[in-house]
T-cell receptor, first 120, second 115 residues
Framework: GAVVSQHPSWVICKSGTSVKIECRSLDFQATTMFWYRQFPKQSLMLMATSNEGSKATYEQGVEKDKFLINHASLTLSTLTVTSAHPEDSSFYIC????????????????FGPGTRLTVL | AQSVTQLDSQVPVFEEAPVELRCNYSSSVSVYLFWYVQYPNQGLQLLLKYLSGSTLVESINGFEAEFNKSQTSFHLRKPSVHISDTAEYFCAVSDLSTGRRALTFGSGTRLQVQP
């Protein structure tokens, strides 16, 4: 149990286009999901906290108009990188907290496999 | 704000030797502590966690970590490593005072096990 998927696993796009990344909790409900970005050989940096049915909370320095987050259901959060540029190339990883029982299970976040975005 | 320090960016070690990966965090307020492992081009996998209770926690593959509140440390150890342990290891902290449960990660330590 507690599987999180991401789609696509990798994407290459041209500069100026928009890219949508999906994060799904496959076997549990997730009222809260997190989006992280990881540059090569660096650690994960939290970008935003995605809350089902409400606006996402963005970390300082993350442009909310550039990184659009939608958490429309208990199993799906999407991150859209708008007008992508080469500097947005990175590994994007989501995580989710299991809310199925009405409490967050094990105080643990379950991570997706990541999406590698390359902007040409 | 919470910060996590992993002093060693790379740790080369021979197979079957012991290893310790160090992790220190900044705040002594209530925290949950985690170690994650990342293999190339993959997401993170939870290795072990400390929430409460015994300060020594163990994973199923032989790793252990000890929570030391006075030194604000959560070092990861394994008495005998295998080639398959080669990966990037991240220490992470969840600051309970914020209520958000977002994780703050250290910069990572690359464990390189050599035959």
């Amino acid at each position: 149990g507690a599987v999180v998927s991401q789609h696509p696993s990798w994407v290459i796009c041209k500069s100026g286009t928009s890219v949508k990344i999906e994060c799904r909790s496959l076997d549990f409900q997730a009222t809260t999901m997190f989006w992280y970005r990881q540059f090569p050989k660096q650690s994960l940096m939290l970008m935003a906290t995605s809350n089902e049915g409400s606006k996402a909370t963005y970390e300082q320095g993350v442009e909310k108009d550039k990184f659009l987050i939608n958490h429309a259901s208990l199993t799906l959060s999407t991150l859209t990188v708008t007008s992508a540029h080469p500097e947005d190339s990175s590994f994007y990883i989501c995580s989710a907290r299991d809310w199925s029982s009405g409490t967050f299970r094990d105080n643990e976040q379950f991570f997706g496999p990541g999406t590698r975005l390359t902007v040409l | 704000a919470q910060s996590v320090t992993q002093l060693d960016s790379q740790v080369p070690v021979f197979e079957e030797a012991p290893v310790e990966l160090r992790c220190n965090y900044s705040s002594s307020v209530s925290v949950y502590l985690f170690w994650y492992v990342q293999y190339p081009n993959q997401g993170l996998q939870l290795l072990l966690k400390y929430l409460s209770g015994s300060t020594l926690v163990e994973s199923i593959n032989g790793f252990e970590a000890e929570f030391n509140k006075s030194q604000t440390s959560f070092h990861l150890r394994k008495p005998s490593v295998h080639i398959s342990d080669t990966a990037e290891y991240f220490c992470a902290v969840s600051d309970l005072s914020t209520g958000r449960r977002a994780l703050t990660f250290g910069s990572g330590t690359r464990l390189q096990v050599q035959p």
